[in-house]
């Protein structure tokens, strides 16, 4: 998906516009709007072409964002498996935090650990209909309250939504605008690839011979790159994102941004460590169409490199050439992306190291 930046982003009746002047929140339906902007508060209403606003104060309003963070507050300050492999697992979610982020990942943490009682209430409605109907009443009195109660359900279910919700608007400055694009290009090029696999654990191999003469031997499942945000993260951009086993990445204009499960962690790009190599691999499985096959061997190997005639079954296996691309951080990520076209990780290595030097320079001037 192209990237490009929207103007407004709604949050059940509440709806956050980015303007030149700032960013403002109006509330209401179709047709008829409140709100507050940074030139004051106002009503709007009108439907088909005709449309009323009038300012009712003239009193400007503070951005509620700018660069991700509020800036009514202060800046924040400054196991081995039973097969040999060892697991490339990333670290803790919670103990990736970004100073810079630190009070969006307090609210999203806060956020999803909170209460939703809307399926406390469609229990107690069905629980309550089941019973009156079990009486010999009207059934008119059963409906009546199974209605009343879907409608208070579906009110309590917006309520909860509304309360675990973080809205995030971003207005950024056209050189970061222009870096994001380009990221979200390398890695809408990296979706086109025959196949992308996570590096779940690497080991060495015990028994070469049979194993296609590979040293190595990796456990490893095909993912596949999309865009998206959080559950109940509200923005006005859409980020790349990876699942990379438990965990989600979302490459954000200002951090990546680290999920797993309610728990929510963060990376500025300048703390984001990219290594990129090619490697020698002997595929067993069918090999994608985008991949360099530079050499071939046999699954039983004999002391020369040959096939050894012991085995019937003895067939041919390619060996290609992948890329593999680790993330890592100081903080705990350690991820592994093998990539069977050759080129990419460059591209992408390239445009988060200018965005961590920019978003790096923007946080040492602000703090």
Known sequence: MPFYLKKSVSVGPFRFNLSKSGIG????????????????????????????????????????????????????????????????????????????????????????????????????????????????????????????????????????????????????????????????????????????????????SEDAKHEGGATHLVRRQVISVTTGLPKFLRSNIEAPTIPVGKQTLFFLPDVLLVCEGKSFGAINYRDLKVDVKEGRFVEDTEVPRDAKIVDKTWKHVNKSGGPDKRFKDNRELPVVLYEEIRLSSATGLNETLQVSRQGIGEKITGVLRDLGLLTGNADAAIG
């Open 25 to 204: 929140i109006s509330a209401g339906i179709t047709g008829l709007r409140l709100g507050a902007g940074p030139r004051g508060r106002y009503i709007h209403a009108g439907r088909g072409g005709i449309y009323y606003r009038k300012t009712i104060s003239n009193e400007p309003e503070g951005l509620l964002f700018q660069g991700g963070r509020p800036i009514d507050s202060p800046p924040p300050a400054t196991p081995v498996q039973p097969s040999g492999l060892e697991a490339l697992d990333s670290g803790a979610v919670l103990e990736m935090v970004d100073a810079s982020s630190a009070d969006l990942l307090k609210e999203l943490n806060e956020k999803q650990n909170l209460t939703v009682w809307w399926p406390v209430a469609l229990a107690f409605t069905v629980f309550l209909s089941v019973g009156l109907i079990s009486q010999n009443i009207s059934l008119w009195i059963p409906f009546s309250v199974m209605v009343v109660g879907i409608l208070v359900t579906a009110y309590i279910h917006s309520r909860d939504v509304l309360k675990k919700t973080v809205p995030l608007l971003y207005d950024l400055e056209p050189e970061v605008e222009e870096l994001y694009k380009q990221l979200h290009e390398a890695l809408e090029e990296l979706k086109t690839v025959g196949k992308i696999w996570l590096i779940e654990a690497r080991g060495k």
